[in-house]
């Protein structure tokens, strides 16, 4: 069966500093893979997201994520962390008719 | 443009009762789909409609149930409310029913 793994419940950085959080998935085939935010109180928003060619994929608010397949990764990274980034993070995966699976999740805490 | 709406925003039911979840979609999106999100728990997959027709369901019993109107509003019913569907129901809409979904801010369900 289709799974994601988060494996970073809560994760805390200094502002400016860099970020990397991390997702593995498990999945017969390469899945069309995703990363949404989720601040309290809000829906979900797509950051990026991965269908096939380029494995470095650019996002909205400066995001990055890189599809290794070798690794079964899609981890997602920002160079500088603005204090506005702290919030739930969500990887995803889907393919063809089958609905997304989602992470539990990565908490993002930023500190001054 | 307004972007996917639910209603109400907060809810507080009983055991026993039954609720009835709205959401309205992106103007000219045609397919909806319904997310629960349970506590420190990502989003997990309920329905998906696409054009008034039910394109696919996750594993939740039939108590659960949905409907789309022909407006592309969507209802989500669930009865016998037990203690576990407290949760936070995400309604999400696309286009045309790919990957491309857009997320409400959610229902917040209390069950006591």
């Known amino acids: 069966a289709q799974s994601v793994t988060q494996p970073d419940i809560h994760i805390t950085v200094s502002e400016g500093a860099s970020l990397e959080l991390r997702c593995n998935y498990s999945?017969?085939?390469?899945?069309?893979l995703f990363w949404y935010v989720q601040s309290p109180g809000q829906g979900l928003q797509l950051l990026l997201k991965?269908?096939?060619?380029?494995?470095l994929v650019q996002g909205i608010k400066g995001f990055e994520a890189e599809f290794k397949r070798s690794q079964s990764s899609f981890n997602l990274r920002k160079p500088s962390v603005h204090w506005s980034d702290a919030a739930e993070y969500f990887c995803a995966v889907g393919r063809g008719n089958t609905p997304l699976v989602f992470g539990k999740g990565t908490r993002l805490s930023v500190i001054a | 443009d307004a972007g996917v709406t639910q209603s109400p925003t907060h809810l507080i039911k009983t055991r026993g009762q039954h609720v009835t979840l709205r959401c309205s979609p992106i103007?000219?999106?045609?397919?909806v789909s319904w997310y629960q999100q349970v506590l420190g728990q990502g989003p997990q997959f309920i329905f998906q409609?696409?054009?008034?027709?039910?394109?696919g369901r996750g594993n939740f019993p039939d108590r659960f149930s949905a409907r789309q109107f022909p407006n592309y509003s969507s209802e989500l019913n669930v009865n016998a409310l037990l203690l576990g569907d407290s949760a936070l129901y995400l309604c999400?809409?696309?286009?045309?029913?790919?990957?491309?979904?857009?997320f409400g801010p959610g229902t917040r369900l209390t069950v006591t």
């Open positions: 409609y696409y054009e008034k027709e039910e394109r």
């Open positions: 999945y017969g085939a390469t899945p069309y």
């Open positions: 999400a809409s696309s286009l045309d029913g790919d990957y491309e979904q857009y």
């Open positions: 991965y269908f096939s060619g380029d494995t």
């Open positions: 103007s000219g999106h045609k397919s």
